[in-house]
């Protein structure tokens, strides 16, 4: 047997983790890498961030929300937050769950190669594909400019697939203390409308 494969196999009592593929030692109940129960690959994993694009899970862009608009408030600046989601087309069949999830995967590829820095971008749900963007310090015009940079990226990346997506904006001004949920709300309100949001004046 040639020294590489010998060096390259693995121990025979070493298991596979069956959410993300990490090598797990016998006996392992959790997943050392994604946090999963060994024998329960749907569990919901213990770490902030999503298996299937690498932005941060629904469990932890929410509480980056919600400190974000206390900062704005406390501060007295303004917050920006971009909602992206894939268009469904009338007539068109609905995507099963391996296209949703390559879906979910270029859109956040797209985000993660627009957006700032200092920006956070997570993902809300994946049936639908949905994406949150947070962006501190950014008033309507720099919000409406990172919706615009980031729908064309998007689109660009959908395109081959003859998709597209919409985007929700909303702009917090630091007049009153709001809370992620109706943040959230008002993005897929302006999702649907396709004018931007202005809260907190």
Do not use: W
């Not at 994604?34 to 629904?58: E, K, M, W």
């Not at 594909?129 to 720099?142: E, N, R, Y």
């Not at 897929?188 to 409308?193: E, N």
């Amino acid at each position: 047997m040639p020294l590489g494969d010998f060096l390259r196999r693995r121990p025979a009592d070493t298991l596979t983790c069956a959410a993300c593929g990490a090598e797990l030692p016998a006996g392992a109940t959790y997943c050392y890498s994604c946090g999963v129960r060994a024998d329960d690959p749907d569990s919901q994993p213990l770490h902030i961030v999503d298996r299937a694009t690498g932005l941060f899970n629904d469990r932890f862009i929410r509480p980056v929300l919600e400190d974000e608009l206390a900062r704005a408030h406390r501060y007295s600046r303004p917050l920006g937050i971009l909602l992206i989601e894939p268009v469904h087309v009338e007539g068109e069949a609905e995507p099963d769950n391996a296209q949703h999830e390559e879906t979910l995967k270029v859109i956040a590829a797209a985000i993660a190669g627009t957006l700032r820095d200092v920006d956070t971008p997570g993902v809300l749900g994946h049936r639908p594909p949905q994406l949150l963007a947070v962006l501190p310090d950014t008033d309507i015009s720099g919000t409406a400019h990172a919706a615009n940079r980031v729908l064309n990226a998007v689109n660009g990346a959908l395109g081959a697939n003859g998709r597209r997506a919409s985007v929700g904006l909303v702009c917090v001004h630091h007049g009153q203390r709001l809370r992620a949920g109706a943040v959230i709300e008002a993005a897929s309100r302006s999702l649907k409308s396709g004018r931007p949001e202005l809260l907190g004046r």
